[in-house]
């Protein structure tokens, strides 16, 4: 795609792109938000303009290019499209193990500007996917691209260090239920989670899975003592 001024995309796959140079060609002002990029032949996009990049996953680091550094989120990672079990749009929604998965930016969701489900609220969030699904799951977390994933999700990766942001361990901590997991990204190895905002409660049965013990840190370093808690465990079941 080349163009020459303004250009937005938002919730969008861009994938099997056989165009040569690169994906995206704009020579103005391009903004890409909370949409995946995987298996296009050339770079993804060519740097002749001005980009902001936010919460977009990409699944070539090679060909990332300033995707993942003209804005806030966006990192490499496997989209893992259901190629299998559909076709045309339908063959990129994601699986259960895709790392578009809560991955998006809230913030980054587009208004109804054109006003798409006719109740004349043109300021509301657009709140369902390309298939009419829901939109926003727990926590106002959204995936990447136009797909939601609808299966029951319990895929929580820690993917922020600073404390009680979205994708933090304090929020899903918050976010999770009885019995899932809590997994850390690997981006975040050596990167501690300093505990900025006090200890954590912990009330439901959880499984915390860091990556090492000397690779995911957690600190409580959140005021000038040496004692302060990291959680505080108020549950008779198991964590």
């Known amino acids: 795609m080349s163009f020459p001024s303004k250009l937005e995309i938002q919730q969008s796959t861009l994938a099997d792109n056989s165009a040569a140079s690169a994906t995206i060609i704009n020579f103005g002002t391009t903004k890409i938000t909370n949409s995946i990029f995987d298996n296009n032949v050339e770079l993804e ?16 680091e090679f060909k990332a290019g300033r995707l993942l550094n003209r804005g806030i989120g966006s990192r490499v990672g496997n989209p893992s499209f259901d190629r299998n079990n559909g076709f045309q749009e339908a063959k990129y929604r994601l ?11 809230f913030q980054e969701i587009p208004k109804d500007s054109f006003d798409i489900d006719g109740d004349m609220d043109f300021l ?9 699904n829901p939109r926003i799951a727990l926590c106002n977390m959204i995936d990447a691209g136009p797909f939601e994933h609808q ?15 979205q994708n933090s361990l304090r929020s899903l901590i918050g976010c999770a239920s009885d019995g899932d997991t809590i997994k850390f990204d690997k981006l975040t190895n050596y990167s501690p989670q300093f505990l900025s905002l006090g200890e954590i409660l912990l009330d439901k049965e959880l499984i915390i899975a860091g990556n090492g013990e000397d690779v995911t840190q957690i600190h409580g370093l959140f005021n000038s003592s040496d004692q302060d808690r990291l959680f505080d465990v108020n549950t008779s079941g198991a964590i």
């Not at 996009?45 to 070539?60: D, E, F, I, Q």
């Not at 259960?96 to 998965?101: C, E, K, V």
């Not at 509301?124 to 009419?132: G, K, R, V």
Request: glycine share 8%.
């Open 45 to 60: 996009y060519l740097p002749v303009g001005t980009l902001v990049s936010n919460y977009n996953l990409v699944a070539s």
């Open 95 to 105: 699986k259960s193990n895709s790392d578009a998965i809560n991955f998006g930016g």
């Open 124 to 132: 509301e969030l657009i709140s369902f996917d390309l298939s009419n």
């Open 151 to 165: 299966i029951a999700n319990i895929n929580w990766v820690v993917r922020n260090p600073i404390d009680g942001e």
